[in-house]
Every structure is written in C-alpha cells, then in structure tokens.
C-alpha cells in the first residue's frame, strides 16, 4: 500500500524530500484528514460491488462451468486475485481514519496481499490477451490444451505469474512495519537510511513497468492482432465483428483510463525520490492527494473485471439466468425444465478458407467467443 503521510519519514529515514525552508518537516495533517474521509467511502464501495461480482464469477466458474481454456482458468485465478485485493481494504480504511491498531504482523501481511494480488491481476489480464490471440491466430479449433497435457501447462502458466506477483510482494512484506507518526500508528514501508532513495525509486519504476507499462504493451499488441483478424473474417456478419471489436476496445480502454493516472502518479514520485524536484510543502500535499485519488480508482478495476471478462460472454452470463431460473423455481416450489444456452461463438475463416469450404464440410475454424 502506498504511503501517504511521509512528512517524519521523508525527514529522516526515507530522506525522500529536502525543504529547503526554515521547516524541514512538512505537515500534512491535511492530506491525512482528506483520505479520513476519501479512502474508506471508495474502499467500501469498491469491496461490496467487488464482491459481489467477483464472488458469483467464482461461484459460476468452480460449479457450473468447465474450463476449456486457459482464459477460462485466468478469469477464475483473476477474480480470486481481485477478492484477495479487496479483503485487504478494510485494514486500509480502518488505517485511513483511526490508525494501524493491528500490529507489525498484520502489517505486513496485509501489505504483502495487497500488492501480490495488485501485481497478479495485471499480469493475468496481459496472460488473457496472449491466449485470446492465440486462441485466433495459431490455433485452428479455438480452444488451448484442453487434454491434461493442457491442463498442467494452464497451471504452470498460472503459478508462474503468481510467483512473479509474490516476488514483487515481497518489498512489502520486509520493510513494511508499524511506526508512530503525529500521535497514531501507520503501517507503511521503512528502509534502511543507506538505501531509503534508490530502493524506493527502484521498486516505484519497477511495480510501473511490470503492473502498467509490460501489461498495456501486451494487451495492445495482441487485441489489435485479434481485432484485425476478426475485421478480415469471412462470412461472420457486419454486427458480430463490430460487436467483438467493441469488446476489446473496452478491454484496453478500461485499463488504460483506471491505471494510467496512478502511474503517472507513481513515475513522478519516482522521479523526485531520485532528483528531489519537488521542495514545496503544498506541491507534495498535492501529489499525496493525488496519488490517493489515483490509487482509489487503479482499485475500480477490480470491481469492472467480472463485467469485462466473464458477463460480456454469453455463455457465463447464460449460466447465471439459468442459475438464477433454478434459484426463483426453487423457492417458488415450481420446477421446470430450463434448456442449456450454448456459447456464442465467431467461427473465424480466412478467405481462402472460405472459398474452398465447399470442398470440405470438415473445415477446421478458428472461433472467438463473446
């Protein structure tokens, strides 16, 4: 988690900030009463709309669903990412209005969490991207690996990216710990005075490359190469190819609108770790607003995901209907018989393809589902 209130820290361990006024410590008590009152009224939206949403795509995909591709596996390893995120933002408001009263322990833990699953969900969505291309471009029957050959290659995937997640936790679950900071506790980071700067401006621009710039730079190329495979497709009609297009604008557009201001955010603070620009008292109150603001709205995500990655398929939100069906026909003690909606699919041909279909009614296709 982000610290916010490093007026004593930058003073003296962190050395992050030198004022050069006749004050050398900052007083932000005005930044602390800001997010008192900010941060636990976006946390508790943002968890019971996360939850919501989040904990039905986990229902649905463990009872109803198969998972046929390793995008069907991210989405579920995804949405857990995001419940572990969102179990963490109580701590935070809690932290936000009265202080850190939970001790050094949780600190850390609570931190390590936080940034894990920040970190894995960014990485998932740049996994899911790569395997929707692949799933368009290289493989003929639209689906990856579903033999248990697949199956282990799907959790190799998934286990590397958690691991590569739990290596950038890592920071947080050593330094950060409880210290007393005008009259309350925080939990934030603490390090060692000979490496305060380079530490912190390192893992600033490395959580910004690995969490924004590596994910953006994936999900761009690889929907752009999906989209201008699904703008050539022959024989799909006119509304289904803009309608498939539209979902991935969606995607990239989401990601860049919620991550790109909190990383603007963070590559400032980056800067001026290493080159000390900003020596105003009220120009870095602004930027800890800013990056309180910022940060709140990286957090969005988490809630948009389940409607980006699993309601938009037809064939999840067909089995939440008929779940929902089963449900009302349950408590109304009226039973009946609900047909299963089969996916919608784009079967996707080359024109090449698509003129010597007729000389083979086994024409392997490569399909897109939405």
């Known amino acids: 988690m982000a610290d916010f209130y490093d007026d004593d820290e930058d003073a003296s361990l962190n050395d992050s900030y030198d004022y050069s006024h006749e004050h050398s410590v900052c007083d932000k008590e005005a930044v602390r009463s800001f997010g008192s009152v900010f941060l636990?009224?976006?946390?508790?939206?943002?968890?019971?709309?996360?939850?919501?949403?989040?904990?039905?795509?986990?229902?649905?995909?463990?009872?109803?669903?198969?998972?046929?591709?390793?995008?069907?596996?991210?989405?579920?390893?995804?949405?857990?990412?995001?419940?572990?995120?969102?179990?963490t933002l109580p701590f935070w408001a809690a932290d936000a209005v009265h202080?850190?009263?939970?001790?050094?322990?949780?600190?850390?833990?609570?931190?390590?969490?936080?940034?894990?699953?920040?970190?894995?969900?960014?990485?998932?969505?740049?996994c899911i991207s790569v395997d929707r291309y692949r799933a368009v471009a290289?493989?003929?029957?639209?689906?990856?690996?579903t033999g248990p050959r697949g199956r282990i290659q799907w959790i190799l995937v998934c286990g590397l990216l958690w691991a590569v997640?739990?290596?950038?936790?890592?920071?947080?679950?050593?330094?950060?710990?409880?210290?007393?900071?005008?009259?309350?506790?925080?939990?934030?980071?603490?390090?060692?005075?000979s490496m305060a700067r380079p530490a912190k401006a390192a893992l600033e621009l490395l959580e910004v490359t690995l969490r924004f710039l590596l994910p953006f730079l994936v999900m761009t190329v690889c929907y752009c190469l999906v989209g201008r495979t699904l703008s050539r497709a022959a024989g799909v009609r006119r509304d289904r190819k803009w309608r498939a297009l539209r979902v991935?604008?969606?995607?990239?557009?989401?990601?860049?609108?919620?991550?790109?201001?909190?990383n603007v955010v963070k590559l400032i603070r980056a800067m001026?770790?290493?080159?000390?620009?900003?020596?105003?008292?009220?120009?870095?109150?602004?930027?800890?607003?800013?990056?309180?603001?910022?940060?709140?709205?990286?957090?969005?995500?988490?809630?948009?995901?389940?409607?980006?990655?699993?309601?938009?398929?037809l064939s999840f939100r067909g089995h939440v209907l008929k779940a929902a069906k089963h449900l009302g026909q349950t408590l109304g003690r009226h039973p009946r018989h609900v047909n299963e909606e089969p996916a919608v699919q784009i079967a996707l041909k080359t024109r090449s393809q698509a003129q010597s279909q007729s000389d083979s009614d086994d024409q392997a296709t490569s399909t897109f589902t939405i």
């Open 40 to 87: 636990p009224i976006i946390y508790a939206l943002a968890l019971v709309v996360g939850l919501a949403g989040n904990a039905l795509v986990v229902v649905v995909y463990t009872s109803r669903l198969r998972l046929r591709t390793l995008t069907d596996v991210c989405i579920l390893n995804l949405a857990i990412s995001d419940l572990l995120l969102l179990f």
């Open 272 to 313: 001026d770790i290493i080159y000390i620009h900003v020596t105003d008292c009220e120009v870095s109150k602004s930027l800890d607003r800013a990056l309180q603001v910022t940060e709140s709205l990286a957090l969005v995500h988490a809630c948009i995901n389940p409607l980006l990655y699993a309601f938009i398929g």
């Open 138 to 145: 290289h493989n003929p029957v639209g689906r990856t690996g």
């Open 248 to 262: 991935l604008l969606a995607v990239v557009a989401v990601f860049l609108l919620t991550q790109l201001p909190y």
């Open 165 to 193: 997640a739990g290596f950038l936790g890592i920071p947080e679950l050593y330094f950060s710990t409880v210290k007393h900071s005008h009259h309350r506790m925080a939990c934030t980071a603490i390090y060692p005075f």
């Open 99 to 126: 202080g850190w009263k939970l001790g050094s322990v949780a600190c850390k833990l609570t931190s390590f969490l936080y940034s894990t699953n920040f970190s894995c969900g960014m990485l998932l969505l740049a």
